[in-house]
């Protein structure tokens, strides 16, 4: 498998990395099977997180199986010091480990978060402790917003960042990416399918791949789906005229209803977070149907209720997305799956 240094830590892994999100949503046996089998197959990054339900568990039983040596990462949307340590120590007893090579700062949406993770007290001062005390090797964050990402490279607080990369997202390769490799950040793109919207996993895995020295971490809930991923790894990445083609039908077939988490329509006056509530058809494909009676996503899900179609966002949204039809087109979809 192609190898790569991640940034400046020192580790070097395979491009071809394993996200934890769909094992949390089949039976265990599943879900340690396909761990093992791509271990076993060459995988030596795996990526999960604190929210990812029984995820790092399951990793957890999978690599006590194992001899192999894998680089495994998680995360936490903990902002204080406090917080991300407690989360850590249980990703620690989860996923049956003493220390983990990477722990990252989870899903930081907007310089708000930011300035409070960094604050002190906040999440990384937490981070930096837990590194001195040996307990992580380095330290990452996350976020779908490339503006941020743009302060967090700028400012090198972190050691790797994780950023949304997909045909239907390709910003990231025009700033971002160049910008965290020259300075010796390491890059794991999240996303390759755009959350499940993309039906052509082979397609759209020759797209992310095509970008050199970047880590990409496709979730795959059995061993049969890891084994279709990994011939792409092995192939060509390079696109015929007829990938291409297919490329822009499907870019100009989502480009009015594929939400790019840009976060550029908020604040909403309702307070309706309308990220996820333009995503929750993909978070279904990718965490199950459960997803949708949990905390945060019938939050969500309760706020949008309240939208007045009052077209703010409209004014704001960059890709000019229909965004009021758009909410009230998932929450009908909503209240269709709840009642199957």
Sequence with gaps: MNRIAIGKTGLKVNRLGFGGIPIARV??????????????SGVDFI??????????RR?????????KRVVLASKSQGRTADDIRADLETSLKELQKDYLDLYQCHFVRD?????EIIAPGGALEG?????????????GLTSHSLDLLERVVDEGLFETIMVCYSFLEPKAKESIIPKALAKNIGVIAMKSFSGGVVDDPQLALKYVLSQPDIIIIPGVETKELFDQNRKVFQGSYSLSPAEKLKIE???????KSFCRRCDYCQPCSEEVPIQLILGVRSAL????????QEGWPREAIDKARICSECGE?????PYQLPIPDLIKENLEWVDEQLKA
């Design 27 to 40: 039976d265990e046996s599943q879900a340690v099977e396909t761990v093992l089998h791509a271990v076993e």
């Design 111 to 115: 310089d708000q978060v930011y300035q």
């Design 127 to 139: 981070l930096m402790q837990a590194k001195q005390e040996g307990l992580i090797g380095h330290i």
């Design 59 to 67: 990793i957890g039983i999978a690599l006590q199986q194992t001899n």
């Design 47 to 56: 990526d999960t997180a604190r929210n990812y339900k029984t995820s790092e």
């Design 285 to 292: 494909k990718r965490f199950g149907k459960s997803f949708l």
């Design 313 to 317: 966002c409209l004014e704001r949204c």
């Design 249 to 255: 039908t499907i870019r100009n077939r989502y480009g």
